[in-house]
């Protein structure tokens, strides 16, 4: 390891914001940090673009230069980072600093949550369904949908690429002519929230992504974002731990 990129562990725990130095260092003497695997030591020093450090078994990003962006994507801005028809970008919506990717896709005529950033393992854990990384979406769909219909969106519904099924469905708002409820599913296939809605016979108005696992933000406007916090970050990662 290069002298010029090794750190002693309990600043880089500071430097990426999880606790001050003091604290990272009790925190290692309990026991509570690994770097690759492997109980922490106090004085331990380490290249922080190199090793894997965990606390409490929850990867703490450490690499200089990641970049984590939530923003509020508005209808009709293609969720790519670049596009062949020269149509704004979710990347437009962010500063051009650092080069950044959404994470898994949200449909040109639908809003919502979408996280952007250049880490790879986030990005995975997000999109990769053997992590259970929940989304929820507000629909308001046209027409009156009675619970026991509703009732079949979570039950399962058969769609050309094979079944898809909601994890939950709550009732926000129903009148005579529109149904609105989020409804919360744990993979993301293209247009499922919008196709299951039409195999049970309802058009969908507008989808809106309101949640990417816990992280909600109902105060983000459209076309805004924002940088995820530590905690954000930190609480994806731990589907991974979930599943490891």
Request: avoid cysteine; charge should be negative; glycine fraction near 8%.
């Amino acid at each position: 390891m290069s002298p010029t990129t090794s750190e002693r562990l309990q600043k880089v725990i500071a430097h990426a914001g999880l606790a001050s130095r003091r604290v990272a260092e009790d925190m290692i003497r309990d026991g509570r940090v690994s770097v690759d695997g492997s109980e922490a030591h106090i004085g331990q020093t380490i290249d922080p673009d190199i090793n894997v450090v965990t606390v409490d078994g929850v990867l703490l990003p450490t690499k200089p230069g990641l970049v984590y962006w939530l923003i509020h994507k508005p209808v009709g801005v293609i969720s790519s980072a670049d596009d062949e028809f020269g149509r704004r970008t979710v990347v437009d919506l962010v500063p051009p600093d650092t080069r950044v990717y959404p994470v898994g896709r949200l449909d040109a005529d639908s809003s919502g949550l979408l996280i952007l950033t250049n880490d790879g393992d986030l990005t995975n854990i997000v999109t990769h369904p053997r992590f259970g990384v929940t989304k929820a979406y507000v629909v308001r769909a046209d027409g009156h949908i009675d619970d026991s219909t509703l009732a079949e969106l979570t039950d399962g519904v058969q769609l050309e690429d094979g079944p898809a099924k909601a994890v939950s469905v709550e009732v926000i708002d129903r009148s005579s002519n529109t149904t609105v409820f989020e409804m919360v599913m744990a993979e993301g296939r293209k247009r499922e929230v919008r196709r299951m809605l039409d195999e049970i016979g309802y058009d969908v108005l507008n989808l809106f992504r309101s949640a990417i696992g816990t992280i909600r933000d109902p105060q983000l406007k459209k076309g805004e974002y924002r940088p995820l916090t530590l905690d954000e970050v930190r609480s994806i990662y731990e589907y991974s731990v979930d599943v490891s």
